[in-house]
């Protein structure tokens, strides 16, 4: 059978408690079992060369064994075999469960006693950076917003993101779970108090797992934690951790059930989840921010580092096809986070993405409130207009710097854009400016498709730790600028190479809103590294659109699809996109992709390759 081992840290002695929920007598399922007996049933065994490490063993065959250990990790198992390694001395309650056909039935208490410290369960990074290490302890203060790491002390994430989604700009500290971030506010606008920043929480490996967590007043309350440093698992026992007192009643607990979503040396962020039922709002993680004492003590801030555009932005961004640039703002994804290095927080491709408290409104999509930025560069005027419903809300003129910088004479005004009581709002930053965060453009002409501009975010400080991001699209003469479809290649150095790209619109869509294209890369390479097709803008309009791939040649040999391993769709069927959210995408040789990767020789061509893509709208 095979072992199940679990890395426990809750190492104090615990009065075990059964709810009557838990007692055989409560279940009526049909014949009950009688009570397991220890050495005949299953088996508690301290090993002979560990005795820190007990095995516990179940004898009876085909019926499912559980085990009860509160004083030890998570306070539960299931399975044959399970190995618990204790680290510190005390006296541990077990207690062996059975299922049977009227219901669990429970063993008698066994108790097993360590008497001494064993400091290989609790050694490695993770124990190391936590606290300490074995014999040792560390202190975590509240991240305040000023010490190079996070925004503040609270984040709020999407309740699926896990510490594999946990990413941050190079160069940079500022962890947060790739498109899973939902809102970074500073503290000030999350409700944060000195007395919350003023709290500390010290975990100590001397002698056992313990935690202290002390208050603005200096009130002490220690209690015994458990962490898992595969899983990121965290509960502490008799203690609540350091949290923002505002979320006080939202949440089921503040000792247990929480993650460890990222920590290292000098950075700590926990998380636990909004109870909907206690706190009137949809489940998210409640993230709360620490950095060390020590790092703190010795901080020396410094001006953050900026982002750089790309060479040529300024012709993509401002050159389009007429001195009348229209912009108007995407009805899909109006708006999102980034960060200082301008990076994108979430990846919400439609309304219904953003979770309920930031939603955008409804109805931006339609006539009578439709938002566009009208931009005159004619003769160097320079002059824009804001309007809403067709009608000028403010105008004025506008200068733009070298570093993407938009500067509004008049501001934007303060237009309603959607969150719990239309908190979030469309207008320039307090400088009167909107940044150049991000664009993409239209292979065949140039110019820009969608444009991200961000107006920056302070803190009560005066402190930059984000943008506000606003989604525009390009209208030219009246029409929005065409889908343009495009094969793309690369070779192991990224050398890329293109088909001629196609432009296309709805129109040229036959009855069932769907279009066949063959598109023909011409050239040649013995290093292929990866392909992809992608339908550029195509989402943005029709977010249900897929792509499917029918068929594709090298050098006129037609390959088996049936035997190839490409990328079409999410794993909840949903069409995958490429570098912006509004591209859809199907990735042929796909180099992150082990399975994929492993077809390159297939790919090596030295005259063409050609597709056959299908596109259908699906709306």
């Not at 019926?63 to 541990?92: C, R």
């Not at 020590?294 to 300024?314: F, I, K, M, R």
């Amino acid at each position: 059978m095979k072992t199940n081992k679990y890395l426990y840290s809750l190492i104090a002695a615990v009065v075990l408690l059964f709810t009557a929920a838990c007692s055989p007598d409560d279940y009526d399922m049909g014949p009950q079992a009688a009570k397991p007996v220890l050495g005949t049933d299953f088996t508690v065994v301290q090993d002979a060369a560990n005795p820190n490490l007990v095995h516990l063993t179940n004898l009876k065959t085909g019926y499912n064994a559980f085990w009860v250990h509160p004083g030890v990790g998570t306070g539960h198992s299931q399975g044959d075999n399970v190995d618990l390694q204790i680290a510190f001395p005390g006296t541990y309650k077990i207690v062996y469960g059975v299922g049977s056909e009227g219901g669990v039935v429970y063993s008698d208490t066994v108790s097993v006693t360590i008497n001494d410290m064993y400091a290989g369960f609790v050694t490695g990074d993770s124990w190391t950076n936590l606290a300490g290490g074995a014999g040792n302890s560390k202190t975590w203060i509240p991240d305040n917003g000023h010490y190079g790491m996070k925004q503040g002390f609270y984040s709020c994430f999407d309740p699926t993101a896990t510490p594999a989604d946990m990413t941050h700009d190079e160069g940079s500290n500022n962890w947060y779970a790739k498109d899973k971030t939902w809102w970074e506010p500073s503290n000030s606008d999350a409700g944060i108090i000195d007395d919350d920043l003023a709290q500390t929480m010290t975990f100590s490996l001397k002698g056992s797992a313990q935690v202290t967590v002390t208050d603005a007043s200096g009130n002490e309350t220690t209690g015994t934690f458990a962490f898992d440093p595969n899983t990121g698992a965290l509960s502490a026992n008799g203690v609540e951790f350091a949290h923002g007192a505002w979320a006080n009643g939202k949440s089921k607990s503040f000792s247990t059930d929480f993650v460890v979503l990222h920590l290292d040396e000098n950075q700590l962020m926990i998380a636990n989840k909004r109870d909907p039922a206690l706190s009137g709002e949809g489940e998210c993680w409640y993230v709360w921010n620490f950095v060390s004492k020590e790092y703190a003590d010795n901080y020396h801030e410094t001006v953050p580092s900026d982002y750089t555009l790309p060479d040529g932005w300024n012709n993509a961004v401002t050159k389009q096809t007429s001195s009348n640039i229209t912009w108007v703002l995407n009805e899909n994804t109006p708006y999102d986070w980034f960060t200082t290095l301008g990076d994108r927080k979430n990846s919400y491709k439609v309304n219904g993405d953003y979770p309920a408290f930031i939603r955008p409104l409804a109805n931006l999509g339609e006539d009578a409130h439709k938002i566009t930025l009208e931009m005159n560069t004619l003769n160097n005027a320079n002059t824009y207009k804001v309007k809403q419903g067709g009608k000028v809300v403010v105008s004025g003129t506008f200068t733009l710097d070298d570093k993407g910088n938009y500067t509004f004479s008049d501001g934007l005004g303060d237009l309603d854009l959607g969150g719990s009581g239309n908190w979030i709002k469309f207008s320039a930053d307090k400088n009167k400016q909107l940044r150049v965060l991000s664009y993409d453009t239209n292979t065949a002409t140039g110019k820009t498709n969608n444009l991200w501009l961000g107006a920056r975010e302070y803190d009560n400080d005066g402190n930059l730790y984000q943008y506000r991001g606003y989604h525009f699209t390009a209208v030219t003469y009246g029409d929005v600028i065409p889908y343009t479809a495009q094969l793309a290649y690369f070779d192991n150095g990224f050398t890329f190479q293109y088909s001629d790209p196609i432009d296309f619109n709805d129109d040229e869509l036959n009855a069932k809103k769907t279009k066949q294209f063959t598109v023909t890369l011409n050239g040649a390479s013995d290093a292929p590294y990866g392909i992809y097709f992608d339908v550029l803008n195509i989402l943005q309009d029709h977010p249900n659109a897929t792509l499917t791939l029918d068929a594709i040649s090298v050098d006129g040999k037609a390959l088996d699809l049936s035997t190839l391993t490409y990328t079409q769709r999410n794993e909840d069927g949903t069409q995958f996109t490429g570098d912006l959210p509004t591209a859809a995408r199907i990735y042929i040789l796909n180099p992150w992709n082990p399975e994929s990767a492993a077809s390159t020789d297939l790919y090596k061509f030295t005259n063409n390759i050609t597709i056959k893509v299908t596109v259908a709208l699906n709306d």
